[in-house]
């Protein structure tokens, strides 16, 4: 079992932060019409392929096989990446990754760096990290500049920003962009256009002196050695392509085994995640190529949780996951509570099932998030690997069970008493009549631990006036 | 470059392949990957059509995605591109190595030659050209994409991203093809490859889409068809 990344701790458990969220007004208008939009367009793009349920098919295949012989695709993916000129690095946990990406920036003798978008790299606490080494890392994607500039936490895998509406992102611009470099220009309105206008001119003199970055990778093709980086705004390909040195950090499962592989992910990523038939920009690069691009590429493999998550032959479908965040937009929860309260850097139903298994059900956020969800299964209609989240968190709640806990244990003695008396029918006969006659004096809610918490949000069924039973007996 | 040798790192590599080698236990050592099943039922190409409405699409989609698209013959590519530059107010022009000459044979406009072997342009460089004039490597009719492999007449990546105006001249029907499926084969991995589907863009505030961050925000695509 590997550490608990040190980002995850100190968030409180699903219930606690969702309580707050949920009575945040602001927030839910926000997180309904982002999420009703981004769901519909989704909707519409996928309906343009008759042949959906064959890509979603094959994607999920694809990452199956990758993840049964994935020591074979790692070899293979390294031996390539080696043979172009890269430079792979593995890591076993968030400590080393931090480590290895530090020391490649100090070998470098810079002191700040440019970021594309990136799961691992948040996952990670990269930043935090770099800045304990007084290395400054400059997010570029314009949501994440936000999130960074904001002093805030992302809270939707695609759009980090999914929270703040434009008249906050305004004034985030305004206070805080001089702190990081070009301050935002004078009369800057909440016009997205203007906005988007701020981001590059913030960002342009950064890129064009950057000489290091570092990045993800959507999919690595283990044949050819080849990362590939998918992004609307072409900070990717200006981090990608401007730099030196180019450090990608990307866990173990991003792994796919072949170039023709790319026939299916590129098919349906962009439609599940932005509702595109394809995203602006794509960049695909092998190794180094001389006169273009970065001269030096370092890749570094990331475990973090994922061998863990393996093991469990349930839960190893969550490593099939493409980051496309279809799941996020179509749930009643996540649509209701917002991002944060999943408190990890990935919300939603995919994070209810990745982050519990990459981190461990030991912790409180850990064992509160497979109860993050309603089971309606809409999250697995629309993923685009098939990932059946309901499954994984029905057998997460399982092994949560099977460890205990408080609540675990006030079930079971519940459990055994009402089969006792279910076994004794003059005791459950005498209950009845007792609980029928006392109707009009019970309350609502019910005190104490665990039924308490039922109660405040669920109605206690209205008892009748005399039980099956009884009337059983006066008119067989 | 040579990298200086880590202690911790070998042994993270064994940890870490080990560590998947026993998560995967349940999985049949003789079982080979070509054993697990993947089946392509999916389809080779949506819409089928002749080369002539497969650029159609082609010009569909592209619009779509907010590039500007101009059909012209080969006759007359000089004449477009002139007049193009012209309406943008463009006084300066990044050219790759490899460009056909005849393209811009019909402009006076400042040439901004990139010599990778030489002395390569700068970003500060590329930053201060209106423009950069590029063919690509194949067009993607369904998805609206061009794809640039950095080969002749294109040049390295920085030269399509830096400057704030791409025009992009795609041979039509021989540069365009259906589908990704039929787009994959004739592009090799081991070249640095950009695939550009429409000005760069961004949902970030609100999900409204923006046209126009980081990337050319202006995109126009040059469909050469006919002799």
């Known amino acids: 079992m590997s550490a608990p990344s040190e980002t995850f701790l100190g968030f409180p458990a699903f219930p606690e932060a969702a309580h707050d969220a949920v009575r945040d007004r602001e927030l839910r208008r926000t997180m309904r019409h982002a999420t009703h939009t981004i769901r519909d367009k989704r909707a519409r793009a996928v309906a343009e392929l008759a042949d959906w349920d064959e890509l979603r098919t094959a994607g999920a295949q694809l990452k199956e096989r990758t993840l049964r012989h994935l020591p074979h695709y790692l070899e293979q993916l390294e031996e390539a990446v080696t043979r172009a000129g890269g430079t792979v690095h593995w890591a076993a946990d968030a400590a080393e990754a931090n480590r290895i990406v530090a020391e490649l920036v100090r070998e470098t003798g810079e002191q700040e760096v440019v970021k594309v978008k990136s799961m691992a790299t948040q996952e990670i606490g990269l930043n935090e990290a770099l800045a304990a080494e007084d290395i400054t890392a400059y997010e570029t994607d314009l949501a994440e500049l936000i999130v960074q500039l904001g002093r805030d936490r992302p809270s939707h895998i695609l759009v980090p920003a999914i929270h703040r509406d434009r008249r906050q992102i305004q004034e985030i611009f305004r206070e805080r962009m001089a702190d990081w470099g070009r301050t935002a220009p004078e009369n800057l309105t909440d016009d997205p256009v203007q906005l988007a206008e701020a981001a590059r001119l913030h960002l342009r003199e950064k890129f064009l002196n950057a000489r290091v970055a570092v990045s993800g990778a959507n999919f690595m093709i283990a044949e050819t050695g080849t990362m590939v980086v998918v992004e609307s705004e072409g900070n990717g390909r200006m981090c990608l392509t401007l730099p030196d040195t180019l450090i990608t950090v990307a866990g173990i499962e991003k792994v796919v085994p072949t170039w023709r592989d790319l026939e299916v992910f590129l098919q349906t990523l962009p439609r599940s995640s932005t509702a595109e038939r394809m995203n602006p920009y794509t960049s695909t690069w092998t190794g180094t190529t001389d006169g273009d691009g970065p001269r030096a590429f370092h890749l570094v493999l990331l475990d973090n949780g994922r061998t863990d998550t393996l093991a469990d032959q349930v839960g190893r479908q969550a490593l099939r996951c493409i980051r496309c965040s279809a799941c996020l937009n179509v749930c009643p929860v996540y649509e209701r509570t917002g991002g944060h309260a999943y408190g990890s850097v990935y919300p939603g139903p995919i994070g209810a099932v990745l982050t519990p298994q990459l981190h461990g059900i030991q912790s409180e956020v850990g064992a509160s998030l497979p109860y993050a969800s309603s089971l309606c299964g809409a999250c697995y209609d629309v993923c685009p690997v098939a990932i059946d989240i309901p499954e994984v968190l029905v057998h997460l709640r399982e092994r949560i069970a099977e460890q205990g806990g408080k609540g675990h244990r006030l079930e079971k003695a519940a459990v055994n008493a009402a089969g006792w008396v279910l076994n004794h029918p003059r005791a459950l006969e005498v209950g009845e009549r007792l609980a029928s006659l006392t109707r009009r004096l019970q309350p609502k809610r019910l005190p104490g631990p665990g039924a308490a918490q039922w109660t405040r949000s669920r109605d206690l069924p209205e008892l009748p006036a005399r039980s099956f039973r009884a009337w059983w007996k006066e008119n067989r | ?227």
């Open chain 2, 1 to 227: 470059m040579t990298t200086p040798h880590r202690p911790t790192a070998t042994g993270s590599r064994a940890r870490v392949l080990g560590r998947v080698r026993a998560a995967l236990a349940d999985v049949p050592p003789a079982e080979r990957p070509d054993e697990v099943l993947v089946a392509r039922d999916y389809l080779d190409v949506h819409d089928t059509g002749g080369p002539g409405e497969l650029t159609d699409l082609l010009h569909e989609n592209l619009t779509e995605y907010r590039a500007h698209v101009h059909r012209t013959t080969r006759a007359r590519l000089p004449e477009t591109i002139a007049e193009l530059l012209a309406v943008r107010g463009s006084g300066s022009v990044v050219t790759p190595p490899g460009l056909p000459p005849e393209w811009l044979s019909g402009t006076g406009i400042v040439r901004v030659p990139d010599d990778p072997t030489g002395t390569p342009l700068t970003a500060a460089r590329l930053d201060a050209a209106d423009s950069t004039l590029t063919g690509c490597a194949v067009a993607i009719a369904e998805t609206g994409t061009l794809v640039l492999d950095a080969g002749t007449g294109q040049g390295r990546r920085a030269l399509t991203l830096v400057p704030d105006h791409h025009v992009c001249v795609v041979r039509a029907p021989e540069q365009v093809v259906a589908s990704l499926p039929l787009a994959l084969p004739r592009l090799d991995p081991s070249r640095p490859l950009t695939w550009i589907s429409g000005p760069s863009a961004t949902s970030d505030i609100e999900l409204e889409r923006v046209e126009g961050v980081h990337g050319p925000r202006t995109l126009e695509v040059v469909l050469v068809t006919g002799s």
